[in-house]
């Protein structure tokens, strides 16, 4: 049996996504070179609602892409036999741009690995930033990211599960569960 845990509801993630674009803009200053790229699934979202804050902020269109990783991942030979890949939709050259890549929850490293692979076939960025929702721990790799919503310290048998109304069709709530002993 597992125990649930909801750690951020809807008001939580709008007001800590405000807070980031605040930070995006503190350490890019005018944010003139910044492109916004979302990993799918959920980082998609994510980085649409960093994006429409950053417009607000800065009072310009920022470019945006959307990356899918399907055919970088290290474990595709584990994930299916026939693993579901959607389009990476990036119209921008991103050399020289200061790419902020954006995920929903960083574990192990390995996801944004796959991310940092596949941005290089759109250019050569002067700079990637790192911007998640939530950071659990237990890094595989040696990556850290520069924009954290909320750190929450889990053990590895947890789980948390983002749900977003654009892709999950209810309320946005962040949740962890616990299974009991």
Known sequence: ???????????DISRVITRMAHEIVEKNKKAEDIVIVGIRTRGVQLAERLLGKLS?????????????????RDDLDRIDEQPVVHSTEI??????????LVDDVLYSGRTVR?????????GRP???ELAVLIDRGHREL???????GKNVPTAKDEKITLYLKET?????????ERVNE
Request: proline fraction near 3%; hydrophobic fraction near 50%.
């Open 91 to 100: 119209n921008d050259d991103l050399t020289d741009k200061v790419v902020i």
């Open 168 to 176: 999950d069709k209810m309320d946005d709530n962040v949740i962890l």
């Open 126 to 128: 002067k700079k990637i």
């Open 1 to 11: 049996m597992a125990t649930v845990i909801k750690i951020m509801d809807k008001e």
């Open 56 to 72: 607000a902020i800065t009072k310009r269109e920022i470019p945006f892409g959307i990356l899918d990783i399907t055919f970088y």
């Open 142 to 148: 040696p990556i850290k990211a520069d924009y954290v």
């Open 114 to 122: 796959a991310a940092l692979n596949a941005l290089m076939d759109f």
